[in-house]
């Protein structure tokens, strides 16, 4: 039987709980890495905890409400970054640079859990409907960004959306292998991927291709 959350105990919604909640990501996050997040399931996030799957519950009514909220907050934080981005006055190349990074070290240090963000299906409706709108406008960003550099002609041109949906893939993948503490932090690691992504979209000079 599925457990749904109390609405009386005062400590899933005090002030506190949003604290709690990111506690219970983040030792979610370490087991979703270790040992897959089909085969973690909330009694071993509790006992990483040293607590009760019941105690989970009044956060978590399910693991699929875990893995919707680590996509919401994600998006939170991702949507915050973006907005500060898209207000700097640089250029468009200059931008997507710094929304690939951002985008990096959201995923792989900012937001515990993580990994549960290529989990979309996972989710149940109606929430799922809700967080692909919400991906969508985000999206679009990469999209504008791609254009505005073709248009500013910085960035060769290309198929702005083909273009968003690759950067995208290419960013998402990196909670698949980054591991915390390992040889550059999600910052270098973001800057990176940065350089390597815009620089391949770049113009040549002269309209020329690189040399083969």
């Given at each position: ?18 604290e ?52 919401e ?82 960035l ?57």
């Amino acid at each position: 039987m599925v457990q749904t959350a109390s609405p009386t105990r005062p400590e899933a919604s005090g002030p506190g709980a949003e604290e709690r909640r990111r506690e219970i990501l983040a030792a979610a996050s370490g087991l979703f890495r270790a040992r897959g997040l089909h085969a973690t399931g909330m009694r071993d996030i509790a006992a990483e905890l040293g607590r009760t799957a019941g105690n989970l519950y009044y956060y978590f009514p399910s693991k699929q409400d875990l893995l919707a909220y680590c996509q919401e907050q994600t998006l939170v934080e991702l949507a915050a970054r973006a907005a500060e981005i898209e207000r700097a006055e640089v250029p468009a190349d200059e931008k997507l640079r710094r929304l690939i990074k951002a985008h990096v070290e959201v995923l792989n240090e900012a937001t515990p859990g993580s990994l549960a963000h290529l989990e979309i299906e996972e989710v149940a409706e109606p929430r799922r409907a809700a967080l692909l709108g919400r991906r969508k406008r985000y999206e679009r960003l990469f999209r504008r960004l791609v254009a505005q550099g073709i248009e500013d002609g910085r960035l060769r041109p290309v198929d702005p959306a083909l273009a968003a949906l690759a950067l995208l893939g290419a960013v998402n993948w990196t909670v698949k292998w980054f591991a915390p503490g390992g040889r550059m932090n999600a910052q270098e690691v973001g800057a990176a991927f940065a350089s390597l992504l815009v620089d391949g979209l770049a113009a040549r000079p002269n309209g020329g291709e690189r040399d083969r």
